[in-house]
């Protein structure tokens, strides 16, 4: 199954992102947009990872939970990769975590790493909340766009805890939240 690591932003502050991306959907046809029911913060990509490995999995992701603090995020600012002017994923920023959430990444990403799941490895770590993908492989010019997004600060939120996903790929993909972990430890 393919699997993930996400924070869960809570709906008020999602619905602060609804009302940023606006009519921007409609002006903006080329670009597939997420839905909101699907958004989310990818902590950790796993990929393809055999049943039979999740006992394991949950344990040691559990275990990195407890480990680390809950975060006070918000998002801020806007940008596209790899770049605006070839944008393939058009995201919004997260700021607040300073180091506290590339080292909680790391931890679930090391945990999963140890329970056989391969996910991204050598991949920075780039907290984003995806808005859109371009259709074409080669990317779209998404400047205007994200010249307009890139001012936008939500509220500050609280991240308690982490959730492990499961994607159902296909034409609409789904997420299925499997399990989650409360972030126990001290600061
Ligand atoms: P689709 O592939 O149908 O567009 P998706 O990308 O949201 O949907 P997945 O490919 O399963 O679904 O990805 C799940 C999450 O992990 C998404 O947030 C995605 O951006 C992120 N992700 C996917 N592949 C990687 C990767 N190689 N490195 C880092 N994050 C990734
Ligand atoms: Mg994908």
Redesign the pocket.
């Known amino acids: 199954m393919?699997l993930?690591v996400a924070l869960s932003p809570p709906p008020e502050a999602l619905a602060e992102v609804a009302g940023a991306v606006g009519a921007r959907p409609e002006r903006w046809p080329d670009l597939r947009w997420t839905g909101s029911e699907t958004w989310?913060i990818?902590m950790a990509?796993l990929g393809e990872v055999p049943e039979k490995a999740l006992p394991e999995l949950e344990t040691r992701l559990g275990r990195a939970a407890g480990r680390h603090a809950p975060m006070t995020l918000r998002f801020e600012g806007a940008g596209a990769f790899p770049s605006a002017r070839r944008a393939r994923v058009v995201w919004l920023g997260l700021a607040g975590g300073g180091t506290a959430i590339s080292r909680l990444a790391a931890s679930l990403a090391a945990g999963g790493r140890r329970a056989g799941a391969a996910g991204?490895e050598g991949?920075p770590f780039h907290p984003h909340l995806?808005l859109a993908?371009a259709r074409p492989r080669d990317g779209l010019d998404a400047r205007p766009l994200v010249e307009e997004l890139k001012d936008f600060g939500g509220a500050p939120w609280r991240a308690d805890a982490v959730h492990l996903m499961r994607?159902h790929?296909g034409p609409k993909?789904r997420y299925e939240a499997l399990e989650s972990w409360p972030l126990t430890g001290g600061g």
């Open positions: 393919r993930f989310h990818t990509f991204a991949k995806t993908r994607s790929l993909t």
